[in-house]
Structures are given as structure tokens and as C-alpha cells.
């Protein structure tokens, strides 16, 4: 019986969960749930002076955000550094590492001697095959592993394929320090050993690490787990992904207005794909995703495509849930103080009901609450510069006769609406165009708004009919 499937997320918290976390975790998610594995959490929170707690928080905030929960609880590498200390004296021990003497000044002149020659760095083994006591009294030592001298360590990657890397190339790496603590590949190899990871999803930057994690499993006798390296984000333009491009964390995403269904879909298809599915749900994606279908080429980063998928996800959501999810949204939005206050019981009815016409117009939540705020301002409405030319070019007691006509309204529905402004134009010899413009300016403040009468009967009849006046007074 084969062993259950674990993959896990190990990030750093030196910083925000970045977009390409957020996509490796997305990948080892869905794999484990394509083949009803767990995903585990492992915060690599071993360099001290970077790692902060403020930085664990917005990770995790951000994988609750975009729906990606873990199996347990987070482990805390730091916390298991006792561990790594074990196996490294067990490895000296076996004779599979050595303690290393050599002085700072002894590692210098190495480096200098090699670049010297136009050689990279090694370490030239000095350590070896000599003794604790040949060390000068009081000196420090690192663990070094006995790296293959010769050959080659092979690594079988689902993305990449079969690497090959020489062994002459690897050298007597450091697994633990002068100080005590632990490095990175010596920690990251016994964690996965003993979390039972049997499937490691990461960025390809960490393709080089496998060959050295290879050496430090086979020492200690350990099956690997299965790796698969995939391609890093760049930007539109090929180059290295950058904040400009949108290297940027979760919270930045979730301050712009994006949903994170959209951010899902967006990111799940930057360097995989089925078929010419654009769209996909979450049960889609788990049905469908294949790491072997994952590209070796960087993917590119695209706010425009990320814009028009969120657009769709805003125009699918139902309008109850949407308004439901901007006012939730509303304290990270740029726009959302424009509105905030304005969430009373009665505020998000109102909310709702303007949803049909607000959210084809908004491709961000930050966008839907700018275009939001016209409902809940007070007046005199402030006019943006183009609806103020609107008002101020119309004719003279144009917006006072559609006044005249609304009072007339018995019922305050769009059909009533549009029969009276429509038969209103048609007596006054104008084109409706010429007479919505302005009213929706006078109504909302801005050149640009959903429909007259979609307006007209969310504000309501005593608020219309104020504004419009506040505006007829203005000419």
C-alpha cells in the first residue's frame, strides 16, 4: 500500500506572501487535492533578524483569503533547530560529515586563490580526513557533509525532467554553523523527512538546492520526496518580475479590488493550463490539475488579463453576495472610505439594489466603490470636472421641465421612469441622449454612471428630485 500524499508550503516570513508564493501554494494545494493528499505549513523562520511575527500573520492572512487552508498546524522551523543538530552530529557520527576547522581568513584566501585562477569558490576539503585533534586549541568548527567526490547526483523532476548535475561542482557544503544553528539545506531536508513529505512543488530557483538536499538523504539513508520545479513569474516584457510588473504581496491584490476566486484562476493558469479553459472553478481546477502539464518557461505576469477575469468573476457574483463581499472589502480599499460609513442596514439594501448597474461598469472592488459613492453623498453632490461641463452646457431649465415631469410620476419604478422622461424629451423637442447626460451628471456627480433610470429608482424620489433641483439652480 503506497504511503498517503503530503505536500507542503514553506515560506519565509521576511516579508508579505508574494504572488509567486501565492501560486506555489496554489500548486501544492491543488495536488494534494487532486490525489486526496494534505498540504502542510512550515514557516522557514530561521533567520532571526529578518523573520517577524507581523510577516507569519500576513501569510497566513493572505492563504485564508485566497481559500488555501493547511492539514495541522504550522510548524516553525527555528523551533525544530534541536533536531537539526541531531542529525548533523549523527552524520558525523556515521562518517558521513566532518568537523571543520578553518578560520574565516583560511575560507578568504580560498575564494581569492579560485577567483584567481577563474575557478568558482570551493572549499578545498582540508577538513576531510583530519582529526578534532589537530585543531588549534579553542577553535570553532562547522559541520561540512562528505559530498560525492566524483559522478554525478541525478534528480528527476516533473517539470524539468532529468537534471544531472557533477558532483565536483557540490563541494563539502556546511550543514551546520560555527554557531550552532543549522543551514538552510540541511533544515529543509530533515523537516520534509520528518513531516513525511513525499512531494516538494517550489520554484525552480531551488533547482540547484535538490542536488546538495540529494547528498544530505542519501547520507542519512532517506527516501526523497518526488520534486517538481516550477518556472518563475516574470513581467509583460520577459524581464524578472517586479513590483512594477506586480511582484507585489497578497494584501496589495486585495487592496486593489480583486476577488480572490479571480487571483485563483488567474494564477493557477500562469504556467499551466487545460485546453482553452479560461475560466475555471475551484472544483475545475482541482478535477483537472496535472504538475507534469505545468510549462518550463517563465510565465508572464498580466494585469490587463487579471483585470478582465476579475471583471467576469464581479459580473457572476450574485448581487447580494457582491455587495456583501465589497462591504467586508471596504476597510483595505483606497475608495472604500467613501462608503464606509455609509453601511448602515439601510445602506446595504440600498448597496444591493445598485449592484445591477454598478458592477458592469467596475472591473475592481476599489472601482466598484468609487462608483458607489454617488449613493451615499451628501448634498450639494461634489461634480468631477466633466459632469459640472454636462450641467452647465445644458439648456437653460432643461433639468428644471425633467423635474416638472418626475413630480409627476406616480410610481417610482424604471418603466414609469423612462415613460415620463422619454414622453418629457419628445414634447420638449430634445434627444434623450441630450437630457440623460446632464440628469445622471446632476444625480451622481460624474460624466460617467449606470443608467438614468436604474439611478432614479435607487436613489429614490425624495433623493432624485433633490438633486436634480440643487442642480436646475446652478443654471
Known amino acids: 500500500m503506497s504511503s498517503p500524499l503530503v505536500t507542503r508550503f514553506a515560506p519565509s516570513p521576511t516579508g508579505y506572501l508574494h504572488i509567486g508564493g501565492a501560486r506555489t501554494a496554489l500548486f501544492n494545494w491543488l495536488y494534494a487535492k487532486r490525489h486526496g493528499g494534505t498540504m502542510l505549513l512550515r514557516i522557514e523562520d530561521t533567520d532571526r533578524e529578518r523573520s517577524t511575527q507581523a510577516a507569519v500573520d500576513a501569510i497566513l492572512d493572505g492563504l485564508y483569503w485566497l481559500g488555501l487552508t493547511w492539514d495541522g498546524e504550522p510548524v516553525s522551523q527555528f523551533?525544530?533547530?534541536?533536531?537539526?543538530?541531531?542529525?548533523?552530529?549523527?552524520?558525523?557520527?556515521?562518517g558521513k560529515a566532518y568537523r571543520c576547522y578553518a578560520t574565516p581568513a583560511e575560507l578568504d584566501d580560498m575564494r581569492e586563490k579560485a577567483r584567481a585562477e577563474g575557478r568558482p569558490p570551493r572549499y578545498d576539503g582540508r577538513w576531510r580526513d583530519r582529526q578534532a585533534a589537530d585543531a588549534p586549541a579553542g577553535a570553532l568548527h562547522a559541520i561540512r557533509i562528505k559530498a560525492p567526490q566524483s559522478g554525478e547526483t541525478v534528480i528527476e523532476d516533473a517539470v524539468q525532467g532529468v537534471v544531472r548535475f557533477p558532483n565536483a561542482d557540490l563541494d563539502d557544503f556546511i550543514i551546520l554553523r560555527s554557531d550552532g544553528n543549522p543551514t538552510y539545506m540541511l533544515a529543509v531536508v530533515v523537516d520534509d523527512h520528518d513531516m513525511g513529505v513525499t512531494q516538494i512543488i517550489r520554484g525552480d530557483d531551488h533547482l540547484t538546492?535538490?542536488?546538495?538536499?540529494?547528498?544530505?538523504?542519501?547520507?542519512?539513508?532517506?527516501t526523497a520526496p518526488k520534486l517538481a520545479h516550477i518556472p518563475l513569474i516574470h513581467g509583460p516584457d520577459g524581464a524578472k518580475l517586479s513590483k512594477r510588473h506586480g511582484a507585489l504581496g497578497i494584501e496589495a491584490y486585495r487592496a486593489m479590488g480583486y476577488l480572490p476566486q479571480?487571483?485563483?484562476?488567474?494564477?493557477?493558469r500562469l504556467g499551466w493550463s487545460h485546453g482553452d479553459d479560461e475560466i475555471m472553478s475551484l472544483d475545475d481546477m482541482i478535477g483537472w490539475f496535472d504538475i507534469r502539464d505545468v510549462n518550463k518557461g517563465a510565465a508572464r505576469f498580466d494585469f490587463a488579463k487579471l483585470e478582465a477575469l476579475n471583471g467576469h468573476y464581479m459580473r457572476a457574483t450574485d448581487d447580494a453576495a457582491l455587495a456583501e463581499t465589497l462591504i467586508d472589502t471596504l476597510p483595505h480599499l483606497p475608495n472604500g472610505a467613501l462608503i464606509a460609513e455609509a453601511v448602515t442596514p439601510a445602506g446595504r439594501a440600498i448597496l444591493e439594489k445598485a449592484m445591477p448597474g454598478l458592477k458592469p461598469r467596475a472591473k475592481t472592488l476599489d472601482e466598484l466603490a468609487g462608483s458607489a459613492s454617488y449613493l451615499f453623498a451628501a448634498r450639494p453632490i461634489a461634480m468631477d470636472e466633466k459632469a459640472a461641463e454636462l450641467i452647465n452646457g445644458a439648456e437653460p431649465g432643461m433639468i428644471a421641465g425633467a423635474v416638472l415631469a418626475l413630480e409627476a410620476v406616480s410610481e417610482w419604478t424604471v418603466p414609469a421612469l423612462e415613460a415620463a422622461i422619454r414622453a418629457h424629451a419628445e414634447a420638449a423637442g430634445l434627444k434623450l441622449g441630450k437630457l440623460a447626460q446632464p440628469m445622471r451628471a446632476a444625480l451622481t456627480g460624474k460624466a460617467a454612471s449606470p443608467g438614468l433610470f436604474d439611478v432614479l429608482e435607487v436613489l429614490g424620489r425624495e433623493e432624485s428630485l433633490a438633486r436634480l433641483k440643487d442642480a436646475a439652480h446652478t443654471r
Not at 523551533?79 to 556515521?94: I, S, Y
Not at 538546492?209 to 532517506?222: E, F, H, K, T, V
Open 262 to 268: 479571480a487571483l485563483r484562476n488567474y494564477l493557477v
Open 209 to 222: 538546492n535538490a542536488a546538495r538536499q540529494q547528498i544530505i538523504y542519501d547520507a542519512m539513508g532517506w
Open 79 to 94: 523551533e525544530r533547530a534541536p533536531r537539526h543538530r541531531d542529525v548533523a552530529e549523527a552524520l558525523v557520527e556515521a
